[in-house]
């Protein structure tokens, strides 16, 4: 039998009330079999490979754990849901554990599956390592609904300060692929809208100019990435005369557009509608 590796927890490995899973088992949502509140173990025979295994298999039950009672009514499942969280966190925060679990919650965020990453954003927030904050901003930039990315901006925002976020949020919008530019600025608008609550200090945070969102919806074909740079334009607002002949083109385009959404918002822009449309996912 190899010795107890006991993360986050001040009392004795065996101590009353403390379960050891058996392997393969995988703990129940709510009730008794749930996993502990009060620790979080994990059996190590003394190996660093086997110990990162180890983390791994825990953050894995655990994030099924969650996955199983997200979205489901009740206090057990909401039990469940914070049990989860919980016990990931004190993985993140345990020194003996914490490079195995960055390891797990990098390859999370930046992994293909949306769930997981969901969880990760919501053990994480408030106590993402820095090293972590490039994986939380690519969970960021590739969620696709452009309400839910908030998530993962909230726990970057948390770590680093806007002024940090909003800055690599812009430098992808200017050098990354049409996708990974669409998600930059849909990320970017709720940096901006949360930067206040993030922060008590005052910050330059860096923009972007009209100018530059304007030559950028002129230069794409990419059909999403136009939709999100869209409701930055001031198109209804008084603006320098160098700008002018660019926002007739924007117009223009949006007017004859085939896609709705286009049509629709630059009217709302333009004040001859109230309708606003809802913007709609990367992947519509």
Not at 151 to 179: D, K, T, W, Y
Not at 208 to 213: F, H, M, R, S, V
Request: aromatic content about 6%; some cysteine.
């Amino acid at each position: 039998m190899g010795e107890r590796y006991h993360c986050g927890a001040a009392r004795p490995p065996f101590a009353r009330g403390h379960r050891r899973w058996k392997q393969g088992e995988e703990p129940a949502v709510g009730g008794a079999d749930a996993v502990s509140d009060a620790s979080v173990s994990i059996l190590v025979p003394g190996t660093m490979s086997f110990m990162a295994a180890a983390v791994g298999e825990t953050l894995r039950s655990l994030c099924q754990q969650w996955r199983a009672a997200r979205g489901q009514p009740g206090q057990d499942a909401a039990n469940a849901r914070q049990s989860a969280v919980r016990g990931a966190r004190r993985l993140i925060q345990s020194r003996e554990s914490q490079a195995e679990a960055k390891a797990w919650f990098a390859a999370t965020l930046e992994g293909s599956e949306r769930e997981p990453r969901f969880f990760a954003a919501a053990a994480l927030d408030g106590v993402t390592p820095k090293r972590l904050l490039g994986s939380m901003i690519t969970a960021a930039v590739n969620e696709p609904n452009p309400s839910f990315n908030r998530s993962f901006v909230r726990p970057a925002l948390r770590c680093a300060g806007p002024a940090r976020v909003m800055g690599a949020l812009i430098r992808i919008f200017r050098e990354g692929q049409p996708s990974e530019r669409t998600g930059a600025l849909a990320a970017l608008y709720w940096a901006t809208a949360d930067a206040s609550k993030f922060s008590s200090e005052a910050q330059e945070v860096p923009v972007l100019g009209q100018a530059e969102l304007l030559d950028t919806f002129l230069a794409t074909e990419h059909l999403p990435l136009r939709r999100q740079i869209l409701p930055w334009l001031g198109l209804g607002t008084p603006m320098a005369d160098e700008l002018a002949g660019r926002i007739a083109r924007v117009t223009e385009i949006c007017r004859a557009s085939s896609d709705e959404y286009l049509r629709t918002r630059v009217r709302v822009q333009l004040g001859e509608s109230s309708l606003l449309p809802a913007l709609p996912a990367q992947s519509s």
